[in-house]
């Protein structure tokens, strides 16, 4: 099986920086996609940041410009250099991983970690 260890999170004030990491561990095959997600307060789930296998990379527009996206396929982890933070950043973020595995050799399926909190908060 696979599994996600996310940590890096924790209190800054606005215009601080902060750094999440992520590492995905198993019986992983090949790795399509790795990236970040954050739920607000009574909001939706979504999409901060993506890197996939060929280098590419997606970013929300409120974060474009503050937020960069690292992976390392060798060491399978992921990394999202968070500055210029702002109090609506203030979520738990989430870590996913498009990937096959042994549990789907076949079609790639997607992983998640179980979250860290970030609040941004003066």
């Known amino acids: 099986q696979v599994q996600l260890v996310e940590s890096g999170g924790g209190l800054v004030q606005p215009g601080g920086s902060l750094r999440l990491s992520c590492a995905a561990s198993g019986s992983i095959f090949n790795i399509y996609t790795m990236g970040w997600y954050r739920q607000g307060p009574e909001k939706q789930r979504e999409l901060v940041a993506t890197v996939s296998s060929d280098g590419s990379t997606k970013y929300a527009d409120s974060v474009k410009g503050r937020f960069t996206i690292t992976s390392d396929n060798t060491k399978n982890t992921v990394s999202l250099q968070m500055n210029s933070l702002k109090p609506e950043d203030t979520a738990v973020y989430y870590c996913?991983?498009?990937?096959?595995?042994?549990?789907?050799?076949?079609?790639?399926?997607?992983?998640w970690g179980q979250g860290t909190q970030v609040t941004v908060s003066s």
């Open positions: 996913s991983v498009k990937a096959t595995s042994i549990i789907s050799t076949s079609f790639p399926y997607d992983y």
